[in-house]
Protein backbone atom coordinates (compact mmCIF):
# COMPACT_ATOMS: atom_id res chain seq x y z
CA UNK A 1 0.00 0.00 0.00
CA UNK A 2 0.99 3.43 -0.91
CA UNK A 3 2.78 5.85 2.30
CA UNK A 4 0.68 8.45 3.09
CA UNK A 5 1.45 12.29 4.10
CA UNK A 6 5.72 11.60 4.79
CA UNK A 7 5.02 9.12 7.61
CA UNK A 8 6.36 5.89 6.29
CA UNK A 9 3.82 2.90 6.79
CA UNK A 10 6.34 0.23 7.64
CA UNK A 11 9.03 2.45 9.01
CA UNK A 12 9.85 4.22 12.23
CA UNK A 13 7.51 5.61 14.58
CA UNK A 14 7.93 9.14 14.54
CA UNK A 15 9.34 11.09 18.34
CA UNK A 16 6.19 11.60 20.49
CA UNK A 17 6.02 14.18 22.84
CA UNK A 18 7.12 17.58 23.59
CA UNK A 19 8.92 20.15 24.73
CA UNK A 20 6.71 20.59 27.54
CA UNK A 21 4.99 17.02 27.55
CA UNK A 22 6.69 13.45 28.15
CA UNK A 23 4.86 9.77 26.86
CA UNK A 24 4.30 6.96 29.29
CA UNK A 25 2.82 3.44 29.87
CA UNK A 26 -0.51 2.72 31.77
CA UNK A 27 0.56 0.64 34.48
CA UNK A 28 0.17 0.53 38.65
CA UNK A 29 2.86 3.73 38.69
CA UNK A 30 0.62 5.52 36.55
CA UNK A 31 -2.74 4.37 37.45
CA UNK A 32 -3.19 7.63 39.90
CA UNK A 33 -2.32 10.23 37.03
CA UNK A 34 -4.94 8.07 34.66
CA UNK A 35 -7.86 7.77 37.20
CA UNK A 36 -7.13 11.81 37.94
CA UNK A 37 -7.56 12.13 34.08
CA UNK A 38 -10.79 10.69 33.88
CA UNK A 39 -12.41 12.17 37.00
CA UNK A 40 -11.33 15.54 36.19
CA UNK A 41 -13.78 14.78 32.60
CA UNK A 42 -16.56 13.55 34.43
CA UNK A 43 -15.75 9.87 34.24
CA UNK A 44 -15.42 10.08 30.25
CA UNK A 45 -18.51 9.40 27.67
CA UNK A 46 -21.00 9.22 30.48
CA UNK A 47 -18.24 7.17 33.59
CA UNK A 48 -16.84 4.96 30.86
CA UNK A 49 -13.68 4.94 31.94
CA UNK A 50 -12.26 3.63 28.30
CA UNK A 51 -13.62 0.15 29.38
CA UNK A 52 -16.45 -0.83 26.89
CA UNK A 53 -13.96 -2.41 24.69
CA UNK A 54 -11.94 -4.88 26.89
CA UNK A 55 -13.20 -8.54 26.18
CA UNK A 56 -14.11 -8.39 29.82
CA UNK A 57 -16.83 -5.84 29.98
CA UNK A 58 -20.21 -6.88 30.57
CA UNK A 59 -22.57 -4.16 30.34
CA UNK A 60 -24.49 -3.79 33.18
CA UNK A 61 -22.79 -5.48 35.23
CA UNK A 62 -19.23 -4.40 35.56
CA UNK A 63 -18.36 -1.47 37.38
CA UNK A 64 -16.14 0.65 34.73
CA UNK A 65 -13.86 1.83 37.21
CA UNK A 66 -13.26 -1.12 39.35
CA UNK A 67 -12.39 -3.82 36.20
CA UNK A 68 -9.99 -0.77 34.52
CA UNK A 69 -8.55 -0.55 37.79
CA UNK A 70 -7.68 -4.38 38.28
CA UNK A 71 -7.19 -4.52 34.10
CA UNK A 72 -3.92 -2.19 34.40
CA UNK A 73 -2.94 -4.33 37.51
CA UNK A 74 -2.44 -7.38 35.81
CA UNK A 75 -0.91 -5.96 32.66
CA UNK A 76 -3.88 -6.61 30.61
CA UNK A 77 -4.61 -2.68 29.80
CA UNK A 78 -2.18 -0.87 27.59
CA UNK A 79 -2.25 2.86 26.96
CA UNK A 80 0.28 5.78 26.28
CA UNK A 81 -0.67 8.77 28.53
CA UNK A 82 0.51 12.34 27.64
CA UNK A 83 1.93 13.71 30.83
CA UNK A 84 2.49 17.84 31.07
CA UNK A 85 5.40 19.25 32.77
CA UNK A 86 3.55 19.06 36.20
CA UNK A 87 3.06 15.32 35.58
CA UNK A 88 -0.73 15.16 34.99
CA UNK A 89 -1.97 13.49 32.39
CA UNK A 90 -3.58 14.92 29.56
CA UNK A 91 -4.53 12.71 27.00
CA UNK A 92 -4.73 9.20 26.49
CA UNK A 93 -4.49 6.20 23.41
CA UNK A 94 -5.89 2.88 24.23
CA UNK A 95 -3.97 -0.01 22.59
CA UNK A 96 -4.01 -3.66 22.96
CA UNK A 97 -3.97 -7.33 21.48
CA UNK A 98 -7.00 -8.46 19.89
CA UNK A 99 -7.63 -11.12 22.79
CA UNK A 100 -7.67 -7.90 24.83
CA UNK A 101 -9.89 -5.72 23.05
CA UNK A 102 -12.83 -5.46 21.03
CA UNK A 103 -13.63 -3.56 18.16
CA UNK A 104 -16.75 -1.31 17.15
CA UNK A 105 -18.59 -1.95 13.56
CA UNK A 106 -17.70 -5.81 14.66
CA UNK A 107 -20.78 -7.38 12.64
CA UNK A 108 -19.47 -5.80 9.71
CA UNK A 109 -15.86 -6.18 10.37
CA UNK A 110 -16.66 -9.93 10.73
CA UNK A 111 -18.32 -9.92 7.27
CA UNK A 112 -14.95 -9.73 5.51
CA UNK A 113 -12.15 -9.59 7.69
CA UNK A 114 -8.80 -8.68 6.84
CA UNK A 115 -5.70 -10.39 7.88
CA UNK A 116 -4.80 -10.98 11.90
CA UNK A 117 -3.63 -8.23 13.17
CA UNK A 118 -1.06 -8.52 16.34
CA UNK A 119 -2.49 -4.52 17.86
CA UNK A 120 -5.24 -2.70 18.19
CA UNK A 121 -6.07 0.65 18.49
CA UNK A 122 -9.59 1.63 20.17
CA UNK A 123 -9.62 4.94 21.91
CA UNK A 124 -7.70 8.19 22.06
CA UNK A 125 -9.05 11.28 24.16
CA UNK A 126 -7.63 14.43 25.28
CA UNK A 127 -8.80 16.59 28.51
CA UNK A 128 -11.39 18.79 27.10
CA UNK A 129 -8.98 22.12 28.61
CA UNK A 130 -6.28 20.76 26.40
CA UNK A 131 -7.48 20.38 23.07
CA UNK A 132 -6.44 21.52 19.59
CA UNK A 133 -2.49 20.94 21.21
CA UNK A 134 -1.77 18.21 19.37
CA UNK A 135 -1.85 15.88 22.37
CA UNK A 136 -4.16 13.48 20.27
CA UNK A 137 -1.37 12.77 17.52
CA UNK A 138 1.14 12.57 20.50
CA UNK A 139 -0.79 10.19 22.32
CA UNK A 140 -1.21 7.69 19.04
CA UNK A 141 2.19 8.60 18.44
CA UNK A 142 3.54 7.45 21.63
CA UNK A 143 0.92 4.17 21.24
CA UNK A 144 2.96 3.05 18.32
CA UNK A 145 6.30 4.10 20.12
CA UNK A 146 5.27 1.67 22.85
CA UNK A 147 3.99 -1.15 20.07
CA UNK A 148 7.01 -1.19 18.70
CA UNK A 149 9.17 -1.62 21.86
CA UNK A 150 6.36 -4.54 22.49
CA UNK A 151 7.66 -6.68 19.19
CA UNK A 152 5.80 -4.19 16.54
CA UNK A 153 3.59 -5.87 13.75
CA UNK A 154 0.06 -5.16 12.49
CA UNK A 155 -2.13 -2.21 14.32
CA UNK A 156 -5.49 -1.58 13.24
CA UNK A 157 -8.15 0.44 13.96
CA UNK A 158 -11.72 1.73 13.22
CA UNK A 159 -12.14 5.30 12.83
CA UNK A 160 -14.19 7.44 11.55
CA UNK A 161 -13.36 10.15 8.60
CA UNK A 162 -14.71 14.16 9.39
CA UNK A 163 -14.79 15.54 5.84
CA UNK A 164 -17.65 17.49 5.72
CA UNK A 165 -18.70 16.75 9.37
CA UNK A 166 -18.50 18.46 12.82
CA UNK A 167 -15.93 17.20 14.91
CA UNK A 168 -18.05 15.94 18.16
CA UNK A 169 -17.10 13.72 20.83
CA UNK A 170 -19.56 11.37 19.92
CA UNK A 171 -16.71 9.46 17.48
CA UNK A 172 -13.75 10.94 18.02
CA UNK A 173 -13.14 9.14 20.54
CA UNK A 174 -11.64 7.03 18.44
CA UNK A 175 -9.80 9.15 16.66
CA UNK A 176 -10.06 10.30 12.95
CA UNK A 177 -9.23 8.78 9.82
CA UNK A 178 -7.23 11.94 8.99
CA UNK A 179 -4.89 11.35 11.97
CA UNK A 180 -4.19 7.84 11.47
CA UNK A 181 -3.66 7.83 7.80
CA UNK A 182 -1.22 11.33 8.95
CA UNK A 183 0.49 8.91 10.87
CA UNK A 184 1.21 5.94 7.91
CA UNK A 185 -2.18 4.19 8.32
CA UNK A 186 -4.12 2.97 4.86
CA UNK A 187 -7.63 2.69 4.55
CA UNK A 188 -8.41 -0.97 4.28
CA UNK A 189 -12.68 -1.01 4.12
CA UNK A 190 -15.79 1.00 4.86
CA UNK A 191 -17.19 -0.60 7.54
CA UNK A 192 -20.47 2.30 8.71
CA UNK A 193 -21.35 5.74 7.00
CA UNK A 194 -18.33 7.23 8.12
CA UNK A 195 -16.17 4.58 9.61
CA UNK A 196 -13.19 2.79 8.16
CA UNK A 197 -10.84 -0.17 9.24
CA UNK A 198 -7.24 1.41 8.89
CA UNK A 199 -3.78 -0.26 9.66
CA UNK A 200 -0.45 -0.25 9.24
CA UNK A 201 2.92 -2.39 9.95
CA UNK A 202 5.10 -1.44 12.85
CA UNK A 203 8.40 -2.52 13.50
CA UNK A 204 10.13 -3.57 16.33
CA UNK A 205 12.68 -1.15 17.60
CA UNK A 206 13.18 -3.96 20.78
CA UNK A 207 12.92 -7.53 20.91
CA UNK A 208 9.83 -8.94 23.05
CA UNK A 209 5.71 -8.73 22.89
CA UNK A 210 5.78 -11.69 20.85
Not at 173 to 201: M, P, Y
Amino acid sequence: MAERGGAPATGDVPSPGGADRTIAELGPATWDAFADLVERNNGIYGGCWCIAFHVEYQRRVSDPRTLKEALVRAGRAHAALVLDDGGNAQGWCQYGRPGELDLKHRREYDKNPPPPAAWRVTCIFVDKRHRGQGLARAALEGALAQIAGAGGGAVEAISETTAGRLAQDRFLFSGTVELFEDLGFDRVRQVGKHAWIVRRHVEPTATGGG
